[in-house]
């Protein structure tokens, strides 16, 4: 079965800075796809970024970039020039061949003014 | 808005007692998901659905079930509510273009078993 693992359960950073949230999992499958979710305290989720698993370009939206590393099963989240309202849990999400789509245990990101 | 409404939102509810909380959607996506989240662990699936009565289990499926008879409504059902099934419970659609299918969620529905 696949597994998603956020290893930092909180992170704290600088407005303006550049944050990046880790995500490894782990599979026997080639062809999948990722995904980032962000929940606010409204408790609403939010897709951040998806990528493709085939796709070797790491995706890209806006500020929000990733780092997907196939052989490594890593896929981190960089957030670029944070903004307050960028304060959220961050959820690494995997989405198998049968449709399952699964959750990482989440990050909770802190902005600091 | 993907046109999903969960109910009941908040229920208050007796160890031992059904509990059945429901998810309407008036897109006609095929896959519909559940989630439960708590505290620690993140969302985790339970059970989900690929079209109208296919069902799958998920991570934590034991002491829920699930029917879908129409293509709009996923039911879950705890058959006798535990304590431990205290938790913010969300569906998902799965939508999205280029089949890359990502999720749209309700608004949760808490339930607290007494």
């Known amino acids: 079965a696949q597994t998603v693992t956020q290893s930092q359960p909180e992170m704290s950073v600088q407005e303006a800075e550049t944050v990046t949230l880790s995500c490894t999992y782990d599979t026997s499958e080639s062809d999948y796809y990722l995904f980032w979710y962000k929940q606010p305290p409204s408790r609403q989720m939010i897709l951040v970024i998806r990528?493709?698993?085939?796709?070797?370009q790491n995706a890209t939206e806006n500020r929000f970039s990733v780092n997907f590393q196939k052989a490594a099963k890593s896929f981190s989240l960089k957030i670029s020039d944070s903004q307050l309202g960028d304060a959220a849990m961050y959820f690494c999400?995997?989405?198998?061949?049968?449709?399952?789509?699964?959750f990482g245990k989440g990050t909770r990101l802190h902005i600091l003014p | 808005d993907a046109g999903i409404t969960q109910s009941p939102r908040h229920k208050v509810t007796e160890t031992g007692t059904p509990v059945t909380l429901r998810c309407h959607q008036t897109?006609?996506?095929?896959?519909m998901y559940w989630y439960r989240q708590d505290p620690g662990h993140g969302l985790r699936l339970i059970h989900y659905s690929y079209g109208v009565k296919d069902t799958d289990k998920g991570e934590v499926s034991d002491g829920y079930s699930v029917s879908r008879s129409k293509t709009e409504d996923f039911l879950l059902t705890l058959e006798s509510a535990t304590s431990s099934q205290t938790s913010v419970y969300f569906c998902?659609?799965?939508?999205?273009?280029?089949?890359?299918?990502?999720?749209?969620f309700g608004e949760g529905s808490r339930l607290t078993v007494l």
């Open positions: 990528q493709e698993a085939y796709k070797q």
């Open positions: 897109e006609n996506h095929r896959y």
């Open positions: 998902a659609i799965r939508a999205g273009t280029l089949n890359t299918g990502e999720l749209f």
């Open positions: 999400a995997y989405r198998s061949a049968d449709d399952k789509i699964i």
